[in-house]
């Protein structure tokens, strides 16, 4: 065969980089060995820029002719990667190269396994996940439409991730999220907003942060939401309103020990029920709904899957079901 001809009778792949995030040669050589492995043709590349973070080189990767992509970069690569694919029936591939990783995260993929994501990304199954859509209107009266993969949030969360130190996020990666939550709490108000979820009556409530789930893990063995699934077609609220420092430490308690490790054991799923019938003022409360609108007494900050993108006084937050296909390992069981 002509190497300077397509070849049109295999299947071909696309990796869609953020130069920033990765090391190039390290890379080709993973997907060009594992490609080789398992039989498919050239993979093609493209690198993102900040005027094209993934979304347009990856619909331009599709007119290509690519049936799987590779997205190699942080959150925000994965994020815009995946928003082009969304219902397109063209698998994602993750090669986790950011501080979060949070996709990855909560599909249990490899996060430093250069190798083995991409086998995963040639050689493994299909897995349909839903992805959230967050509809928002500014403090000007525009509209906007965002998708994300793991969750989105108004409030505090979104000022932390505006504040997060980029060179302390290179440096140490998840851990500035907690030095900008801990500049940020001083400061902290909580604020009124209104939620109806779907089918039931409108609420009015003040908090500090209400967070919109898709899933819900995060770095550092947090559990903000430990009954979220990937693809059950609904959206976990966590709505968080802690009085004070106290508050926010019993906050912490929860993700670090009630939500992780109590629930692993039978004892522990005790002593959280009993807790749970305790009388006193909830930190954090739990729904779940296929859409939820907010309504902001005053402007706030959203961020989606950890990027903070301005100021709204309105959202209806839902789930598209199934939307996206992601690839897992063959022997993953479904969830």
């Not at 397509?6 to 990765?22: E, L, Q």
């Not at 060995?33 to 005027?51: F, K």
């Not at 083995?116 to 493994?124: D, L």
């Not at 009954?227 to 709505?239: K, P, S, T």
């Amino acid at each position: 065969m002509n190497p300077l001809r397509p070849d049109h009778s295999r299947p071909r792949a696309a990796v869609v980089y953020n130069p920033v995030k990765v090391k190039l040669p390290e890379l080709k050589a993973a997907i060009n060995t594992a490609a080789e492995n398992e039989g498919w043709a050239r993979t093609l590349w493209y690198e993102t820029s900040e005027a094209d973070p993934g979304g347009g080189i990856t619909r331009t990767a599709l007119a290509d002719g690519a049936s799987l992509v590779f997205a190699a970069g942080g959150d925000g690569t994965v994020r815009a990667v995946a928003d082009a694919l969304r219902g397109t029936e063209v698998p994602l591939a993750l090669i986790p190269s950011g501080t979060g990783n949070l996709l990855a995260r909560n599909l249990s993929l490899p996060l430093s396994d250069l190798d083995t994501a991409a086998h995963i990304g040639f050689a493994g199954r299909s897995r349909p996940i839903d992805m959230g859509i967050m509809n928002v209107v500014d403090e000007k009266g525009r509209g906007s439409e965002h998708s994300f993969l793991v969750m989105a949030g108004i409030g505090l969360d979104a000022t932390v991730m505006a504040n997060t130190n980029p060179a302390l996020k290179k440096a140490v990666g998840w851990l500035a999220y907690v030095d900008a939550g801990m500049r940020a709490l001083p400061n902290a108000h909580p604020f009124r907003l209104r939620y109806q979820l779907a089918g039931r009556s409108e609420h009015s409530v003040s908090v500090s942060t209400i967070l919109f789930g898709n899933c819900g893990s995060l770095p550092g063995g947090l559990e903000l939401m430990p009954d979220a699934a990937i693809d059950d077609g609904q959206l976990d609220l966590a709505v968080l309103q802690p009085a004070g420092l106290f508050g926010w430490l019993k906050v912490w308690r929860k993700l670090r020990w009630e939500n992780g490790s109590l629930r692993k054991s039978r004892i522990g799923q005790r002593i959280i029920t009993v807790t749970r019938g305790r009388k006193g003022t909830k930190t954090i409360s739990y729904l779940r709904t296929a859409e939820v609108n907010v309504r902001l007494d005053e402007p706030q900050s959203f961020e989606i899957d950890g990027d903070e993108l301005g100021r709204i006084v309105s959202a209806r937050v839902g789930t598209e079901p199934s939307t996206l296909l992601v690839r897992v390992p063959l022997a993953e069981l479904a969830s």
